[in-house]
């Protein structure tokens, strides 16, 4: 739309025909193909100050025309959408719900015609040339099953799977540049592993920064410092926790004999190793008896930087607590007062089979009512359920349990109490668990439960 002010007052309206020009009255035809609105606007205000003296020009955008597109391939919703003129392909595969994971980022392409135009959307993660292309009327956008991989674990800023731009290769300097970089410049290694045979044996090689990624690598970046520091870490349940010199304490025995560090409640069954995996630097947790350690009959090398967590009976007592058992069997709150806690009712809903079987098959008598709905209103007054929450912690008697409450059972049954599991969850947690939260599911993965006719139900491992 086109206002002019002055000696001739008017506005007119024009369209921009398949020609890619427009015709103003009084004006030449003025092309506009290819050309931003800020450099049609100064084009038709110089003509106007040419052909009309004394009059103004104001350029607007009235409308743009629509154009149609087809989206196909390895996308949510494919099919044809309406776009505007001003569209680019980004917007189309917007509009189609984007891109699936089995679909590619640097082997799109657009057809128009006979020609075909490649697009490459690593671009927009700042991986190589951004590719805008705007499209026209009829363009069709087709976007390919994923192309051959590669993968950058460890010491990088953006570890991933990322796709080779077909017929192409790049070298290991080139892969850690898509990857973001090393997370320590210079200080770091880098492995990776391939397939060698048909079988798909791997076999882990020393990488140079010039060597060529191979489709289906996995380069593991390990920092160089983490390999030659030479200390361990002993925390948790003790009063030696610190760094120790590995060279002094190589194995666990040595490491707890050295320091005198067990505490008469000390949980000896088991103590937690917290280590990095050597090729991918990814933390896991593993479980030692020190019955064995000090038996002799089994002893643990330690490596660099390892962590050896000791625990307390009552960290241990935890694992069989109203709170825990709730988080497991349900109903799970929205948020829990403990960091534990919540990434416990995490593992436990996305977990499927027999992962956290042992506490679904303990203290069954007791937690049926945690698994079912809670009651709209308690059958226990206030200090009757603390006293029967005190209880159902202690696990000291069962048979203190059975027969308690207000509400009277029939002959040669059971009484069962009823509360819901708001009362059991606890204000403090252990602090172990707090520090490190993946502790306990790793804990009660490993556990297996007592029950029956003994003096105190629990959890052992």
């Not at 025309?65 to 680019?88: C, H, W």
């Not at 674990?153 to 970089?181: D, H, K, Q």
């Not at 390999?227 to 760094?243: I, K, M, N, S, Y």
């Not at 490190?436 to 790793?442: E, G, K, Q, R, S």
């Amino acid at each position: 739309m086109i206002v002019f002010q002055g000696p001739t007052s008017r506005s007119s309206t024009v369209r921009v025909d398949r020609a890619g020009t427009i015709n103003i009255p009084d004006f030449p035809p003025i092309s506009v193909l290819g050309r931003t609105l800020g450099q049609v606007r100064n084009e038709i205000e110089s003509a106007t100050r040419r052909v009309m003296i004394g009059t103004e020009a104001y350029v607007s955008l009235g409308g743009v025309r629509s154009i149609a597109v087809t989206v196909a391939g390895e996308v949510l919703r494919p099919g044809q959408y309406r776009m505007t003129a001003l569209s680019d392909a980004i917007s189309a595969l917007g509009r189609a719900g984007g891109i699936r994971r089995s679909g590619s980022l640097r082997a799109v392409r657009i057809e128009r015609g006979g020609r075909i135009i490649a697009l490459d959307l690593y671009g927009l993660l700042g991986i190589g040339a951004s590719s805008q292309v705007k499209l026209q009327d009829g363009d069709r956008i087709i976007v390919p099953a994923l192309g051959p991989t590669f993968a950058v674990t460890g010491a990088v800023v953006r570890p991933g799977i990322y796709e080779l731009r077909p017929g192409t290769s790049v070298s290991v300097e080139e892969a850690l540049r898509i990857a973001g970089g090393e997370l320590v410049p210079g200080g770091s290694s880098s492995s990776a592993q391939r397939a060698r045979s048909s079988l798909g044996a791997f076999t882990t090689v020393p990488l140079r920064s010039g060597d060529a990624v191979q489709a289906g690598d996995a380069i593991s970046v390990v920092p160089r410092y983490g390999q030659t520091r030479g200390f361990v870490e002993l925390l948790g349940h003790t009063d030696a926790a610190g760094p120790r010199a590995l060279s002094e304490a190589p194995t666990v025995g040595r490491l707890l004999v050295s320091l005198d560090a067990l505490k008469t409640d000390t949980y000896t069954p088991l103590v937690i190793l917290q280590r990095r995996d050597p090729q991918t630097t990814t933390p896991y947790l593993d479980a030692i008896s020190l019955i064995s350690v000090f038996s002799k009959s089994t002893d643990v090398s330690l490596r660099s930087e390892d962590r050896v967590i000791l625990l307390s009976s009552t960290d241990i007592s935890f694992l069989h607590s109203p709170a825990v058992r709730s988080v497991v069997l349900g109903p799970r709150q929205p948020q829990y007062r403990c960091t534990s806690l919540n990434r416990l009712a995490r593992a436990a809903g996305d977990s499927e089979g027999e992962r956290f079987a042992a506490v679904n098959r303990a203290f069954v008598p007791f937690v049926q009512k945690l698994a079912g709905e809670a009651p709209e209103k308690t059958t226990l007054s206030a200090s009757r359920r603390k006293a029967a929450v005190d209880q159902l912690s202690s696990f000291d008697d069962q048979k203190t349990i059975a027969g308690r409450g207000d509400k009277k059972s029939g002959e040669g049954e059971e009484e069962v109490l009823e509360f819901s599991a708001q009362d059991l969850d606890p204000a403090v947690c252990p602090q172990i668990f707090e520090r490190f939260p993946d502790i306990l599911p790793f804990l009660i993965e490993q556990a297996v439960p007592v029950t029956g006719d003994v003096r105190r139900l629990a959890h052992i491992r």
